[in-house]
């Protein structure tokens, strides 16, 4: 299902207020709120508007828990960081308690960090299916999406949670929920702007089905519900 808004702050408005609206659902029938959150530009907007009224004051903060779908293994006070963008824009200025935040922090090492962001995951569900309330995610040009990159063998992971990746061109570790974990989720949103972005999300929505190429088409989730948020730039190629 995708919604088309005119522009970048509509549609932050919209994914700021689903995830308000999925964590006072999820408390009111669980106690507690997951949400796994987005790396890149494209959410900043969302964040910075969790972070103000009116949303800022709608929100079950001290029941909700913070997880990152992927991380560049940068240090924390690098720009490239998507735990200091999320914390800068947003979980800085909220009460959300510390002990429910969970950044990935994989500077030192990202195949520990994977593993041990993987425990912290098993630890958090208690034997329960995984099923994180909401996911967050970006849309590379090449298609990633997380860092579910083209050509990397994280695509084909089939068991594990978490995973490190790395890019060559980039000479970039990153620590990425993978697929499955990502595919178990009650809801799943894609926030896309931009015109730039028009052809890749023609391709992964309408094209052929071809994840090697375009990774966003592996996420699929099994029961949970897949929302597209782009803006009409974005949305300017669909038919
Ligand atoms: C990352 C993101 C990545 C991002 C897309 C889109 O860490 O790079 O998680 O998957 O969502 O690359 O990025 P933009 O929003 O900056 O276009």
Not at 63 to 76: K, N, T, Y
Not at 137 to 148: C, E, I, R, V
């Amino acid at each position: 299902m995708i919604d088309v808004y005119p522009d970048l702050e509509s549609l932050s408005r919209a994914a700021a207020a689903l995830l308000v609206r999925q964590a006072n659902l999820a408390v009111a029938a669980r106690g507690r709120f997951s949400v796994a959150l987005a790396g890149g530009a494209t959410p900043r907007r969302t964040y910075e508007l969790l972070a103000a009224p009116p949303l800022k004051d709608q929100a079950p903060w001290d029941r909700m828990h913070v997880f990152w779908g992927d991380e560049r293994c940068v240090p924390l006070n690098d720009s490239r960081s998507n735990a200091r963008l999320a914390k800068e824009a947003w979980l800085d200025h909220v009460p959300i308690p510390g002990t429910q935040i969970h950044p990935m922090n994989c500077a030192p090492d990202p195949a520990a960090a994977a593993r041990q962001y993987e425990a912290q995951l098993r630890e958090f569900f208690a034997g329960q299916p995984p099923r994180l309330d909401l996911v967050l995610l970006g849309l590379g040009h090449d298609g990633h999406t997380a860092s579910l990159f083209p050509g990397t063998a994280v695509l084909k992971e089939g068991e594990r949670w978490a995973a490190p990746v790395y890019l060559a061109e980039a000479d970039l570790h990153r620590v990425t929920l993978t697929a499955p974990l990502i595919n178990q989720a009650a809801v799943v949103a894609f926030l896309v702007a931009g015109g730039a972005k028009a052809g890749v999300l023609r391709e992964v929505l309408h094209g052929p089905r071809d994840p090697a190429r375009l990774p966003a088409q592996l996420i699929q989730p099994q029961t949970g519900e897949l929302r597209w948020l782009a803006d009409l730039a974005a949305a300017g190629s669909l038919p």
